[in-house]
């Protein structure tokens, strides 16, 4: 059975039966059925309905929004701008796929050659419960313009969200088969991957996860692409706007109470700017509210499991054993649900838990560098390679960019996910890219057309 519990309280709110092997392969054979009509659709008439599924979200958002806020605790306005974000990234692709995925002539012998990108089939999402919309739309809209059809296994916890999310392209008119969601147990997860009919994987979870799937993948010879954890840094100097660049570093900590990949979750500070980033750390993340995660007035919500929250707590515990200094938080509170304070780690170093291990929640750490080589250092100490910022003047900070070993790098702004820009990890990281011109590239066949005869020489 799929429960989804809500984190705020403990409680078990919905409860799935999951799909039989009978459904599973009932789906599948829709999805390759609708798969064969969709791909040969004009750009214009996917794009319509990816248009029409966007506005039924939009329409529909104070309905949409509160699952995510039920099943895995995102805060209300959260949850509201997720399903605005997963709309504008649906109507992103309907606009811009034709031109991402036009044909491109390359000269050679014949009298012309080019690559044309084809659709090649069903494509497999496996995602995590921390953005159950946008991480959906993310995979789906771009695969969906490029001429595939979708089949979406989503994280047992918000089962509710898969429901939802299917059911946008249902009301928006989608062809019977075209996006469907898998109810199954992730150990089930394996014989789907290597079903024929699946042409291609999308996952977005840990890097253990990631490995397994891969390995699967490759031994099947299809293509995934990989979208796992960061322990992301975030590199603030001495000549850095230091209001402007921990106004920032609180919000992006906190965000979905710090569970996301992306998040800044080691703050390398220049030695002559410790002191005075460390101050304003700690009054901005202690004027953050943790609470109901329906109230307007909540910043951050609970964890979105019990283990979850155990774990985070016993990285958090370690560190200071370490010797860390815990100027904030640090205790798991009394109370229904799986709330954890706002906590602050100074004084972190190399090889302590919280530098080496990515943690999942709202837990700032604070490391001293002694100049700008020291910081690149540190901040390239580590297995992982998703996405950092720098905190310095301009110019400094775009040099910096390209010595930084991480997938995206912003310069004094927040690190985020954009459907415009492609995203994706180095090392342990992930593979490939999603979202952006290099995204909807990941599940076609780039495929090489020679017409003759030979041009004259």
């Known amino acids: 059975m799929l429960k989804a519990v809500n984190p705020a309280t403990g409680a078990v709110v919905r409860e799935v039966t999951p799909d039989t092997d009978a459904e599973i392969n009932a789906k599948l054979d829709k999805a390759v059925s609708a798969y064969k009509l969709w791909k040969e659709k004009s750009f214009a008439e996917r794009g319509a309905l990816l248009k029409a599924v966007a506005a039924y979200m939009r329409e529909n958002i104070d309905t949409l929004g ?89 994280d047992p916890n918000v089962p509710g969200c898969a429901e939802a999310i299917e059911k946008c392209f249902v009301e928006a008119g989608a062809p019977e088969g075209l996006f469907q969601a898998l109810y199954v147990e992730t150990p089930r997860v394996e014989a789907i991957i290597r079903d024929k009919r699946v042409r291609g994987v999308s996952f977005t979870g840990s890097s253990r996860g990631g490995a397994a799937v891969a390995g699967i993948a490759g031994s099947e010879i299809k293509p995934a692409v990989l979208e796992l954890g960061g322990s992301d840094p975030s590199i603030v100097l001495a000549d850095a706007d230091f209001e402007k660049a921990t106004d920032i570093l609180t919000l992006s900590r906190i965000i979905n109470a710090g569970q996301s990949c992306i998040a800044a979750k080691r703050i390398i500070v220049e030695d002559s700017a410790y002191e005075t980033v460390k101050d304003l750390m700690v009054k901005k993340l202690g004027a953050l509210k943790v609470g109901d995660p329906t109230s307007e007035t909540t910043d951050v919500g609970p964890i979105a499991r019990a283990e979850l929250r155990d774990g985070l707590h016993a990285q958090v515990t370690k560190t200071i054993k370490e010797g860390a200094n ?59 390679g998703l996405a950092a910022s720098v905190w310095t003047d301009t110019a400094r900070g775009e040099e910096m960019a390209a010595r930084i070993d991480a997938g995206q790098v912003s310069v004094n702004g927040i690190v985020k996910t954009d459907p415009r820009l492609p995203s994706g990890g180095t090392k342990s990281s992930g593979l490939g890219r999603e979202l952006g011109p290099h995204g909807i590239l990941e599940f076609v066949n780039a495929q090489q057309v020679w017409i003759g005869p030979v041009k004259p020489a």
């Open 66 to 154: 509160p699952v995510m806020t039920e099943e895995m605790g995102k805060p209300k306005n959260e949850s509201i701008g997720e399903v605005e974000k997963s709309a504008w990234c649906a109507v992103h692709y309907a606009d811009n796929a034709e031109s991402y995925l036009s044909r491109q002539v390359l000269e050679s012998d014949a009298t012309l050659s080019y690559v044309q990108h084809l659709p090649i089939g069903p494509i497999l999402g496996i995602l995590p419960w921390n953005a159950p919309f946008w991480l959906a739309f993310r995979f789906a809209a771009p695969a969906l313009m490029a001429g595939n059809s979708c089949v979406m296994k989503h």
């Open 326 to 384: 815990c100027l904030m938080g640090g205790e798991i509170p009394d109370g229904d649900g799986f709330f954890y304070p706002v906590t602050l780690l100074a004084d972190v170093k190399p090889g302590m838990c919280a530098f080496t291990e990515e943690t999942f929640g709202p837990v700032a750490v604070l490391i001293r560098a002694k100049d700008e080589a020291h910081a690149l250092e540190m901040a390239n100490d580590t297995d992982y």
